[in-house]
């Protein structure tokens, strides 16, 4: 596929697989990466689903799908494109490079039957001209372990934890990954392979830090939660100043959950439990004695984009009844613009093309905003991106497509 000044897209070979990675490692700062790392992206890459775009014999563009089910409102888990490794060379801005890999990735999506996209945006501007709406949220926080107590639920005392090969437990780990899946829209189910992704822990990117450390939760003998963390260990003026950087936690039942946080506050020598990415709703912000002490903020998370707009939103439940027509416009996917009429409830939907006059009008970002129930129709009306034709319709969707579980993306890719 030619695109500009003689750039041509292809389809990556396995052979070709060293230069684009360095081509990517390059985009993304040039610094020496891991082997470790390479080598799991190359046995997780999709060679039928990445591109490379060449300018005679040099790679100037990369990108690439991976082929994910994600969770939705409702608890189906939905074939997904998870839009990755995106990259242009500094040389080759503005000439069409990005566009062309974009428009090749959506239509081998709405080929495979995908209904959903999704990426983690590095740079969030670039990527809502192509129809992808800011999502799910990722809470981080550096909570002060040496004056924050927790006060934790029923049931806590009754969790036994203990430490874990990393590596040994990973079966049981899964399974409970596996179980928490359905609970959350966002989650990804596991593909296979995946799971050695949360065991990467080359020792170049310790940074000081410890290996990577596991503990188990487990009640009446079966493992109920897992927590994966490094430590690292400081001293300042006042003696022992150690970090604990949490890298996962799961946990079955909230008692379980807890016992893990409990763990964590206490382990010797830290005094800062630095938490990264985690869902923005959990109950470890009500358990703790001093919420401000713990430094909570928020940042963008995932980002998703309707492929096929009427699959898409057949797939999800809503947790009020909705009949809505939508005037949907996507310029970029232009078999998604029209009238298309919604209508579902708690126990399931259809979407499908009609005539009748439309409620609301929006572009597919804003669906894709909305779609896993973190972001509302009202806030994004209020923005001045959703416009109410009929009185009384956009609170009627913007309260049917939430969610009373907060979506968030399990992990990156």
């Known amino acids: 596929m030619g695109i500009d000044g003689g750039t041509e897209l292809k389809t990556l070979r396995q052979e070709e697989f060293d230069r684009w990675w ?19 992206d190359r046995s997780l890459t999709e060679f039928d689903r990445s591109l490379a775009v060449w300018d005679a014999d ?8 991976f082929s994910f089910r994600m969770t939705v409102p409702g608890g189906a888990v939905v074939p997904t494109a998870g839009v990755t490794m995106v990259s ?8 069409g490079v990005l566009t062309a890999m974009m428009r090749r990735l959506l239509d081998d999506a709405r080929a495979k039957g995908e209904p959903l996209a999704a990426l983690f945006a590095s740079e969030p501007a670039i990527y809502g001209r192509f129809g992808y709406g800011s999502a799910t949220f990722q809470l981080h926080a550096e909570i002060d372990t040496g004056r924050v107590s927790l006060a934790l639920p029923e049931g806590t005392d009754e969790v036994r934890v203990r430490y874990a090969s990393p590596t040994e437990a990973l079966a049981e780990c899964e399974a409970v990954y596996a179980a928490l899946v359905p609970r959350r829209p966002g989650m990804l189910a596991r593909q296979p392979g995946w799971e050695r992704a949360a065991l990467l ?13 596991c503990v188990v939760a487990e009640r009446d003998g079966r493992v109920t939660g897992y927590a994966r963390f490094c430590t690292k260990l400081g001293w300042g003026p006042s003696g022992h100043d150690g970090t604990v950087t949490l890298k996962d936690l799961a946990g079955l039942d909230p008692a379980s959950e807890a016992a893990l946080w409990r763990f964590l506050f206490g382990i010797d020598l830290m005094t800062t439990l ?22 909570p903020r928020t940042r963008d998370g995932g980002y998703v984009r309707l492929v096929e707009v009427g699959a898409a939103l057949s797939a999800r439940t809503y947790q009020a009844p909705v009949d809505v027509v939508f005037e949907v416009e ?44 973190g972001v509302t129709l009202l806030s994004l009306a209020a923005a001045g991106r959703v416009r109410e034709l009929r009185p009384g319709s956009l609170t009627e969707a913007s309260v049917a497509f939430g969610s009373p579980v907060t979506p968030w993306v399990s992990h990156g890719f």
Do not use: M
């Open 22 to 40: 360095d081509h990517l490692a390059r985009a993304f700062g040039g610094g020496p990466a891991p082997l470790e790392e390479r080598e799991l």
């Open 58 to 65: 040099a790679i100037v563009g990369t990108s690439g799908a």
């Open 88 to 95: 242009v060379s500094a040389t080759h801005r503005r000439r």
């Open 201 to 213: 822990d080359p020792e170049s990117g310790r940074e000081g830090a410890s290996a990577l450390q």
């Open 274 to 295: 630095a938490v990264r990415g985690r869902p923005v709703d959990e109950a470890w912000q009500h358990q703790v004695s001093d919420l401000r002490r713990c430094v």
């Open 330 to 373: 996507d310029a970029f996917c232009p078999w998604n613009t029209g009238r298309w009429r919604l209508t579902g409830d708690s126990k399931g939907a259809s979407c499908e093309r009609t005539s009748d006059p439309a409620d609301l009008a929006l572009s597919v970002r804003e669906l894709g905003a909305a779609y896993l129930g």
